[in-house]
C-alpha cells in the first residue's frame, strides 16, 4: 500500500508497505511524492521493495540526528531558541549516549538518562528533553530512512510527575532592588520588559514576540496572534504599559527584539546583583495575576488579560483574598 503523508516540517513522506516491510522518502511536492509512491508500488508488485534498514542509508548516530532535527526542525518551531540551547546542552553533557547509533539504542539508556538529570533537573526539564528525543527519533524514521528494530526507545520510559505551582510573590523591596540593579545591564531592553511583565501579566515568551503592527496605543491593546496554549488573545494595557511602549524606539518589527535565552541569563545577573533568592522570571507573571485579583477585577477579567485557558486554573490565586474576605464576614455577621 502506497501513501503520502504532510509531515510537520512541511515535507510530503511518500511510505511503500508490503508484507510487513516498508520504504519511505521525503519530497517537498505532493506531486513528487505521489509519483515516487507510485512507482515505488510498481517495484513492490515486482519484489523489488527493500526496507529501510537493508536500504543504502547509513546509520545515523543519536548525535548526528539532534544536530539534524535542531537545523530543520527545531528552528521552526517558537521556541526555537530554547530547545536548540536545551539540544546543544544535551550533545555536550551526554557524549556517551549521544555517540550511539540509533539502532543499538534501548529504552534502559534513557531510564540511565533520566534519573541521572533528575538530580539536577526539575521535572518539567526532564520531561521536555524526552519529549524532543522521542520526536527527533520518530522523525530520523520517518523522514531519514532509520531503522529502530525495538521501536523507538523513549517511547516507554515513564516520565516524571511535574509539580510547578509556584506562591512566590515579591517581598518587600525586591521589585525596587531589581530596579536599582538593573542600571548595569548590557541591555536597555531589560528594564521595560520587566516593567512590562509586571503591567501586563504576559508571559515571557508573548513579551518577546510582540509586534508592533499588533500594537494599538490609542485604544490601550495588543493583540497576540500566538500564545502558549495556541489561542489569540487580546491584552488591555494599563496607563503604565502604554507608557513603556511609547517610549521603545521603533527600529525592528518586535517591540522587545530579545532571544528568549539572552533574557534569561539577563535576569539571572540581575537577580544575584539586586541579592535576591529564588525570584524567577516568570514569578513575575504570578505577582501581576495576583494583583490583578487583589484588586478587585473577577477572574473572568482576569482570565482575559492573563491567558489561562480555564477559570480553574486562576482559583489558586483566590487564596490571596482570604483576609479580605474574613474582613467581610465580620462585617455582616449577625448571628
Known sequence: MATAVKRPSGKWQATVRKDGRSQSKSFLKR???????????????????????????????????????????????????????????????????????????????FVAY?????????????????????????????????????????????????????????????????????????????????????????????????????????RCTVFLPQTKNGRARTVPLSPRAVQVLSELPRNDVRCLPLSGNSVRLAFERLRRRAGIVDLTFHDIRH??????????????QVQMISGHRDLRMLMRYTHLQTEDIVAKLAAVDIA
Open 31 to 109: 506531486s513528487d511524492a505521489t509519483k515516487w509512491a507510485r512507482e515505488a508500488e510498481l517495484r513492490t508488485d515486482q519484489g523489488q521493495l527493500v526496507s529501510a534498514r537493508n536500504a543504502e542509508i547509513p546509520e545515523m548516530t543519536l548525535s548526528e540526528v539532534m544536530n539534524r532535527y535542531r537545523d530543520d526542525v527545531t528552528s521552526a518551531k517558537r521556541c526555537a531558541d530554547n530547545e536548540s540551547y536545551a539540544i546543544d546542552g544535551f550533545l555536550r553533557e551526554s557524549s556517551n549516549l549521544a555517540g550511539r547509533k540509533v539502532g543499538k539504542l534501548k529504552a534502559s539508556d
Open 114 to 218: 533520566r534519573d541521572r538529570h533528575m538530580k539536577s533537573m526539575k521535572a518539567a526539564t526532564v520531561v521536555r528533553e524526552l519529549g524532543w528525543l522521542q520526536h527527533a527519533l520518530d522523525v530520523a524514521c520517518a523522514d531519514w530512512g532509520q531503522h529502530l528494530p525495538q521501536g523507538n526507545p523513549v517511547k516507554p520510559v515513564r516520565r516524571p510527575k511535574i509539580d510547578n505551582r509556584r506562591e512566590r510573590r515579591l517581598q518587600d523591596g525586591e521589585w525596587h532592588a531589581l530596579l536599582g540593579a538593573i542600571h548595569q545591564a548590557r541591555s536597555p531592553l531589560l528594564k521595560p520588559l520587566l516593567v512590562l511583565a509586571l503591567a501586563t501579566g504576559m508571559r515571557r515568551g508573548e513579551l518577546l514576540s510582540m509586534q508592533w503592527k499588533h500594537v494599538d496605543l490609542e
Open 287 to 300: 505577582e501581576a495575576v495576583s494583583r490583578f485579583v487583589e484588586s478587585g477585577l473577577s477572574l473572568a
